[in-house]
């Protein structure tokens, strides 16, 4: 799994498990100056992953609207969620289906071992790949 500051590539690899700003800020221009991330996204490399919807957006929106996307999502209908929906860019045929495994995968979701936006959205496609119409958005 990628570095969630400095993201996957070849710097997050040679530079992983070491702790302190330096190794990040080596990985993250070793990531930058190379521009592998492409390379290890389109493969599955360097700890990349392929695919997903997790983008910019998802994760800004998630951020700043963690409580009510939190109240949304645990009754399983809500403004917040409808967005996420969008961003995600969930059919307007599968939005209910997305509602009712958000709701019911609420406590996975939001597990107290997710500290933070990145961690709920990672268990978040977790709960989607394991549905057979939402692993399509995954």
Do not use: H
Request: include cysteine; proline fraction near 1%; aromatic fraction near 6%.
């Amino acid at each position: 799994m990628a570095d969630n500051d400095v993201g996957c590539g070849a710097g997050t690899q040679i530079w992983a498990g070491q702790k302190g700003i330096a190794p990040k800020i080596l990985a993250a221009t070793t990531n930058g100056i190379f521009t592998n991330q492409l390379l290890g996204i389109t493969f599955g490399t360097l700890g990349c992953r392929q695919g997903g919807t997790v983008t910019a957006q998802v994760v800004t929106f998630t951020n700043e609207n963690a409580e009510s996307l939190a109240r949304d999502m645990a009754v399983g209908q809500g403004e917040s969620l409808n967005v996420l929906a969008e961003l995600m860019q969930i059919k307007a045929t599968d939005k209910a289906r997305f509602f009712a495994v958000s709701k019911a995968n609420f406590a996975e979701i939001y597990s107290s071992k997710n500290k933070n936006t990145l961690q709920v959205l990672d268990s978040l496609q977790s709960v989607m790949a394991k549905d057979a119409v939402l692993t399509a958005y995954v």
